[in-house]
């Protein structure tokens, strides 16, 4: 009978900006976690970056290791190759053969909001739960998820991408702006901090960050507390929408906009009005692991698989 094998579970977040890898024990302690910059013009330098950090991480620890990466996009169902994603040298792309030719090793890739979902599902803030719906709400506005937990994927492989739906109950202050994806407000383009600040711009004339409003609110600005009520309210009505398709158990938000404290007290005093239910027990709540949650979860994808 073979010994088992305890492995490490490696995960790598490629994000536009900065590629991080961390290594994991079984019980999810940190032994290390190491950034570099994102190369994010350039494909193969991408992959060639990817390598060195895996590389480099295995030769220090000498452990066998499972190895998963979160990307900003999705790998196509049909052709294997990256879709969808923000770092556009990546679409079309054999990312996962790259890498496993490299260094001959298995790997496992995910959308980085499906990681985030998974992360908090496993040991964050929708832990225990039998189904947790989390969205990362930053630059961008992604989600995923988490049903006694496993990551849902389906068969195009976009489970979770909420943030190109359009707002239900829109009203003519909702502004309908153009969003990269082809369409006309999304989500994305009225939650997202880019978002916010352009529909705060439109409502106000001020061209300022979801940062610099949440600071004139505390200072009792009154335009400044109607912005940020607004932006609450578009989000209330957009969860409204998942709790009343799929009933979620917990519902957990990431990304910049996720620090805006007001958000757990007002967002489930506003969304009453719209599910469809006498009662809203459905928890908010904030991200247990910040922005270590994508490179854990990315771990957890590896671990999965093992």
């Known amino acids: 009978m073979k010994p088992h094998v305890i492995m490490l579970q490696f995960g790598i ?88 030719k490299r260094l001959n090793h298995p790997v496992i890739i995910a959308n980085d909001a499906d990681c985030f979902a998974l992360s908090e599902a496993t040991d964050g803030a929708g832990a225990g739960a039998k189904s947790v719906f989390a969205v990362i709400i930053g630059t961008g506005c992604g989600g995923g998820w988490v049903i006694n937990g496993g990551l849902v994927s389906g068969p195009n492989a976009i489970a979770g991408e909420w943030g190109h739906n359009p707002l239900p109950w829109r009203t003519d202050q909702d502004t309908q702006i153009d969003c990269y994806c082809g369409q006309k407000g999304c989500l994305e383009t009225l939650l997202s901090g880019p978002g916010l600040r352009q529909q705060a711009l439109a409502e106000t004339g001020i061209d300022q960050t979801a940062e610099a409003w949440a600071e004139a609110e505390a200072t009792g600005n009154v335009q400044a507390a109607k912005v940020l009520r607004d932006h609450h309210l578009r989000l209330a009505k957009a969860l409204a929408g998942v709790i009343n398709t799929l009933d979620p158990h917990v519902i957990v938000l990431g990304g910049g906009v996720s620090n805006l404290a007001g958000i757990y007290d007002t967002v489930p005093k506003l969304w009453g009005e719209f599910v469809f239910s006498d009662t809203v027990v459905t928890p908010l709540r904030k991200a247990v692991h910040g922005d270590s949650s994508g490179v854990r979860g990315a771990a957890w994808l590896g671990a999965a698989q093992a």
């Open 13 to 100: 977040d490629l994000g536009g900006t900065k590629t991080e890898i961390i290594a994991l024990t079984a019980t999810g302690e940190t032994l290390l976690r190491r950034r570099t910059p994102t190369p994010s013009h350039d494909y193969q330098a991408i992959v060639d970056n990817i390598v060195s950090l895996v590389t480099t991480t295995a030769n220090e620890l000498k452990q066998p290791y499972t190895l998963g990466i979160g990307i900003p996009g999705a790998v196509s169902p049909v052709t294997g190759r990256i879709k969808n994603a923000n770092t556009v040298c990546l679409i079309g792309e054999d990312l996962a053969g790259d890498i496993e």
